[in-house]
């Protein structure tokens, strides 16, 4: 179809229309837009639970098999400082101490603080010993029982123990890491380096405020900890394993205190106006 105007002085005009040209719709994009956003608003679906650091440790094995070296060495990519703030949350638990390890485990403090505060008691109380022994006038032989009963005493309550509150709230549905638990109970240990230093002091009373210090600040450490590895079980796991695990620990304490951190010291013979050695009896001659 076409229509044709008249010309209009020096020139014409001619417009065209073709019906078969499709027709143009309009679309109101505002409520387009309105009911869009509508539908962006709900996002994804939320993931499912994880609990803290699970997700962190699994990724870390790459697909190493347990029995191969770059499976454990992934837990020893830490530096000093990473272990100075851990030991240092340890020893002063103002923040979340989990939440800071699960950001990358480890097993660096979890063996060598143990480690340390063994060679840390054993030293101290064997010096504090000799010192007694040498003011006393007694000649003094290393007992390496005491090495020993260090070895055993701390490696069974770190690892034996750590593996226990990992079964249990496992069991009970906690979702805890093996990793985590026992880094509780290794950290924990950090307290003792310290107070086994100050234990050379020759006062007993001094001795005693100090192990108690060292029960309270690690005491308190592992009842948190725990207590936050336990909170996960929504209600399914009983609190009555955080006073039994505190007993475990108040054993611990008396086991130091009665082997390292016990001994007496005696003041040097005659030194107090008493009587000094016995001195053989001179004999009369006769001429």
């Not at 403090?109 to 101290?124: D, E, K, L, R």
């Not at 034996?160 to 509150?165: D, Q, R």
Request: glycine share 6%; charged share 10%.
């Amino acid at each position: 179809m076409s229509n044709a105007h008249k010309p209009n002085q020096d020139y014409n005009i001619v417009v065209d229309v073709d019906d078969d040209e499709p027709t143009l719709e309009f679309q109101d994009f505002a409520t387009s837009n309105v009911q869009q956003g509508h539908m962006n608003t709900a996002g994804p679906a939320a993931p499912p639970y994880q609990p803290p650091g699970a997700g962190n440790e699994a990724s870390q094995t790459n697909g190493y098999s347990i029995w191969q070296v770059e499976y454990w060495a992934q837990y020893f990519n830490v530096d000093s400082r990473d272990v100075v703030q851990r030991s240092y949350l340890a020893v002063v638990p103002k923040d979340s101490f989990l939440d800071v390890y699960n950001s990358n485990p480890d097993l660096w403090g979890t063996f060598w603080i143990p480690t340390s505060v063994i060679f840390a008691m054993f030293v101290t109380a064997s010096m504090s010993q000799n010192i007694s022994d040498a003011l006393a006038g007694v000649k003094r032989q290393y007992d390496f029982t005491m090495l020993t009963f260090a070895v055993v005493t701390i490696y069974t309550y770190v690892f034996a123990i750590g593996s226990f509150v990992y079964g249990v709230t496992k069991y009970f549905g906690s979702q805890p890491a093996l990793m985590e638990c026992l880094s509780v109970y290794g950290y924990a240990m950090a307290v003792w380096i310290p107070i086994s230093v100050l234990c050379v002091m020759p006062f007993n009373w001094f001795r005693w405020v100090m192990v108690s210090i060292g029960f309270a600040s690690s005491g308190f450490f592992i009842m948190r900890s725990v207590n936050q590895i336990v909170g996960r079980s929504n209600g399914k796991l009983h609190k009555a394993i955080i006073p039994l695990l505190l007993v475990a620990h108040a054993l611990l304490v008396v086991m130091f205190k009665l082997r390292f951190f016990s001994y007496a010291v005696s003041a040097i013979p005659g030194s107090d106006g008493g009587p000094g050695p016995e001195q053989p009896a001179p004999t009369a001659t006769t001429t």
